[in-house]
């Protein structure tokens, strides 16, 4: 399993991001995909996960209505356009996925993630 993160970076409140990941050595399309996020000194949280197909999604309370996850399978690459970025969303972002919907044990793999950092 190999997953890769990018388009992090260091913006101010009110901007926007998109994330990718790219997945390979398991089977993309049949999987449920998720975003993560740790701080330091914090546990790992879910953001964002969508389904292998792609049609449905959940996401967490805190950037409901800000962030959307899609994905394009044929690509294995799965995305996160975040909006209207708050200081509280800064973080490591990292994606990872799982046979079930939603994602409840994602693979035991993990990416590098990518740095979001929102600040004035």
């Known amino acids: 399993v190999h997953l890769g993160e990018s388009g992090g970076g260091l913006v101010q409140p009110g901007a926007s991001l998109t994330l990718s990941c790219f997945g390979s050595g398991f089977s993309f399309e049949t999987n449920t995909m998720a975003w993560f996020r740790q701080v330091p000194g914090k546990e790992r949280n879910v953001v964002a996960g969508i389904k292998s197909s792609g049609e449905m999604t959940y996401y967490g309370d805190f950037v409901k209505g800000r962030f959307t996850i899609s994905r394009d399978n044929a690509k294995n690459m799965v995305y996160l356009q975040m909006n209207d970025l708050k200081p509280e969303d800064t973080g490591v972002y990292y994606c990872?996925?799982?046979?079930?919907?939603?994602?409840?044990?994602?693979?035991?793999?993990w990416g590098q993630g990518t740095q979001v950092t929102v600040s004035p």
């Open positions: 990872n996925g799982g046979r079930t919907y939603p994602l409840l044990v994602p693979f035991p793999f």
